[in-house]
């Protein structure tokens, strides 16, 4: 494996073995969701703002579905509500599983291949009232859903997510309560189990599948270490793919990323270099397994606009540039997603954007999707399978990024 610092200046483009995709959650873009733990926890005022019908996806699902075949990407993330489908426990109910048959077929029909996600931080209400996490039958009930989903969407040859970073679902289900300080471990132990499970279902009705958990790689040094060994070192095994996160920068000089604190995540500064750290370093920590970025975006605020003045548009092909370098240094990352296709519920609030098109939730009834400046980037990009050769990053590399120490500050990434 080659490094940063001895690659061309000109990258070669991604090769057809590269997919780009966009990804979303049903409970952020759907609406009209049923009772969960997140519906009481804002139904509680634990947030500024409750999801309500969101971007409406869940009758906009086709033209949204039609605005991401248009963008030329092959893969389209989206995750199966469980409080949907099992409203009460043990019953199912069949408009809810309707639903995603029609979500699923018109992924399929446009082309493009589905990557669904079993657990996305959200469970029934029902599933509360038993106790949630605390309880040790939460793993199981979750498995039987998930058996059903699987069951039901093998035939689309699905790309599969079990847990949408863990680790993040166990830190908020305890700090709002969901999961008692004593029984974390419970729900950690949980949560491996049924992914387990689950690796095991899938790989029994669906032929060269290929199922994973996606880690949220937090710019925080030696942290990374600790949260890596709660659940991706436990699965390891059982995944197929590592998945990986990727949103803020972190470095000796620029500690904005602070900003998430506060929920103005548009004031985090970028590196976009970052992401060349995190797939160096998981393609050491995970030697042989293809990578795939589940998430990677920029956050704006309300207004569309960020502080520091960079668009959506130049942060794509920034990001795409990085991935085409790691390609270039024998990383084996195969496919890139972008969140989101649509701004969204941003778990409390409608503040930050991420959209390559923006949807004004709480200003503009009619939920009109506008195409951001990212919407023609990103259609050149998946055109072109990338930057064009002699295409330069508008922001150099920061030094001594902390997003992986020491790793960063030996051996840097340079331009050309």
Known sequence: MGTASDARADVPPLGPGFDFGVAQSGFQSEGHNRDSNWIRYGDEGRFDARVGNAVDFYHRYAEDIARAAGLGVGIYRTSVEWSRVEPVRGRDDPAGWAFYDRVIRAVVDAGMRPMITLNHWVHPGWAVDLGGWNRPGMSGDLVGFARKVVDRYAWADPLWITFNEPTEYV??????????????????????????????????????????????????????????????????????????????????????????????????????????????????????????????????????????????????????????????????????????????????????????????????????????????????????????????????????????????????????
């Open 171 to 416: 830190r908020r289900e305890l700090m709002y309560g969901g999961v008692m300080p004593q029984n974390v471990g419970r729900m950690a132990d949980g949560i491996v189990a049924a992914h387990r499970a689950i690796h095991r279902h899938v790989h029994r009705v669906q032929p060269g599948a290929q199922v994973s958990s996606n880690l949220a790689y937090y710019p925080i040094g030696g942290l990374q270490a600790w949260l890596e060994s709660v659940f991706p070192q436990r699965m390891r095994d059982t995944l197929d793919f590592v998945g990986v996160d990727h949103y803020y920068s972190f470095s000796v000089t620029d500690a904005s990323v602070a900003n998430g604190a506060t929920g103005e995540f548009w004031k985090s500064s970028q590196a976009p270099e970052s992401i060349y750290y995190v797939l160096r370093h998981v393609s050491r920590q995970f030697p042989g397994k293809p990578i795939r970025v589940i998430e990677n975006g920029l956050a704006t605020g309300p207004d569309g606009r960020r502080p520091d003045g960079y668009r959506r548009g130049d942060h794509l092909r920034d990001t795409v540039y990085w991935l085409q370098r790691a390609r270039q240094d024998g990383i084996d990352v195969v496919s890139y997603n972008y969140w989101s296709l649509t701004d969204n519920y941003e778990w409390g609030d409608y503040d930050s954007r991420f959209g390559l098109y923006s949807v004004d939730v709480e200003g503009d009834p009619s939920l009109t999707r506008r195409p951001t400046d990212g919407v023609a980037a990103y259609r050149q990009l998946t055109r072109d399978r990338g930057v064009p050769a002699g295409y330069r990053p508008t922001r150099l590399p920061v030094p001594c990024s902390l997003v992986a120490v020491p790793d960063s500050c030996t051996n840097p990434a340079v331009v050309g």
